[in-house]
């Protein structure tokens, strides 16, 4: 049996494609041991995916100043402190010890940066999960007029200590990087005109189509009536209120909350967790005096997405793939640059509307909402989209024989 071990980045989004992927190889009889963080655990553990060790953390990691409007991958991953190359090099040197022990054949990793480097030191066959944002093939102005090249000669940049720290251990140099990202196989979970990447065959990068973690669970009574309502349903999704670029999910909702009364819809927010679930209903108590909105902390994403006319998210890779899913348009507010990108790709295939956080005030919101849900053409290029791609949805057979195949 073949040992896998798995490594993705923060949050939900990494979590939520990783985890079917890891699902399938382990039916495939793969053995897979995982490390993630927060959240991330608890579905990992529901769906029977064992910890690497329990105590491997990163909350330790010390993050420079918040900006949502970054420039480049290089300089988002060392704003979250990834440039603090003697904690790098102490975390990275702890989690070789651990697959040491382990013994993995393949690391499958998605935006595990610790994980990618260790392949390269160790010089096991890394299975990298990626979209096209952070594939080096990419030349993108993901950000319009606030972009700038990477910098490959500057002391100061991510990719110089990298390699000065990969020469020190004898691997591989990196030539840009985002390359970081890419492995012995790269696969993209989603579908060419969503995530566009020239020249596949460089990195080995193969489409597997979208992938999707719908949980077993169903929704409470409490929370399928909210959906049972005569009006147009908005589904708002915040994500955590404050993650890696500061205050992202919060944005979203203070703008919600400040059009909710002027809205001819029944208005759901889900925060995503417990802990902002209650700050926003301390926040909407003030603000809130008609009872049109609801507050929860969770809804299965088949839930939410099935049953409401309109998805506004944060721009999240998985966040819009789903909507291609389910057939459903959206309001997009990216909460940092990643996630502009994202949006900008759903606008062009007129999916959704995006309303950038640096315009963003309570007047456009409200236009860009009864825009797409009066406009039908959104709605109708949606389910359009939806028929084009609905067949490779959750293709895991392909990304289980890719794998069969190193």
């Not at 460089?202 to 009536?225: C, D, F, M, Q």
Request: aromatic share 12%; with cysteine.
């Amino acid at each position: 049996m073949n040992r896998i071990f798995l490594q993705f980045g923060s949050g939900l989004g990494p979590m939520s494609r990783s985890l079917p992927i890891a699902l399938a190889l382990a039916e495939a009889r793969y053995e897979i041991k995982y490390l993630g963080y927060d959240m991330a655990k608890t579905h990992m553990k529901k769906a029977g995916i064992e910890e690497l060790c329990s105590d491997f953390g990163i909350s330790d990691i010390k993050k420079g100043s918040p900006n949502p409007q970054w420039s480049t991958a290089d300089e988002f991953w060392s704003m979250i402190g990834y440039g603090n190359m003697p904690w790098v090099e102490r975390k990275v040197d702890e989690l070789i010890s651990l697959l040491k022990e382990f013994s993995p054949d393949y690391i499958l990793s998605d935006l595990g940066i610790l994980a990618c480097i260790a392949s390269r030191i160790m010089g096991i066959p890394l299975i990298a999960i990626n979209q096209s944002c952070y594939h080096p093939n990419v030349k993108l102005k993901w950000w319009e007029d606030n972009y700038k090249f990477e910098n490959y000669k500057s002391e100061d940049s991510l990719l110089y200590k990298l390699n000065a720290y990969l020469k020190k251990k004898g691997a591989p140099q990196l030539n840009t990087f985002t390359e970081i990202f890419t492995g012995n196989l790269t696969i993209i979970p989603s579908f060419y005109d969503f995530d566009p990447i020239q020249d596949v065959k460089k990195y080995n990068t193969h489409y597997v189509g979208p992938v999707l973690y719908i949980p077993k669970e169903t929704a409470s009574e409490r929370v399928l009536k909210l959906f049972d309502a005569k009006k147009p349903i908005i589904f708002c999704y915040t994500a955590r209120f404050y993650d890696n670029v500061g205050e992202s999910g919060k944005v979203i909702f203070d703008n919600m909350i400040k059009i909710a009364d002027k809205l001819d819809a029944s208005i759901i927010i889900s925060t995503g967790n417990k802990k902002d679930e209650l700050l926003a209903l301390d926040i909407a108590s003030k603000e809130i005096k008609n009872g049109k909105v609801s507050i929860v902390d969770y809804v299965p994403l088949d839930v939410a997405y099935k049953k409401s006319d309109l998805i506004i998210h944060h721009g999240g890779h998985g966040s819009c793939l789903a909507q291609f899913y389910y057939g459903v348009p959206s309001v997009i507010i990216p909460t940092h640059t990643e996630r502009e990108y994202n949006a900008r790709m759903c606008e062009k295939l007129h999916v959704g509307k995006m309303v950038s956080r640096i315009n963003l005030n309570s007047s456009n919101l409200k236009d860009s909402i009864d825009d797409v849900l009066n406009n039908i053409t959104y709605k109708k290029s949606v389910c359009d989209w939806k028929e084009k791609v609905f067949n490779d949805f959750n293709n895991l057979d392909k990304v289980v024989k890719l794998i069969d195949s190193l």
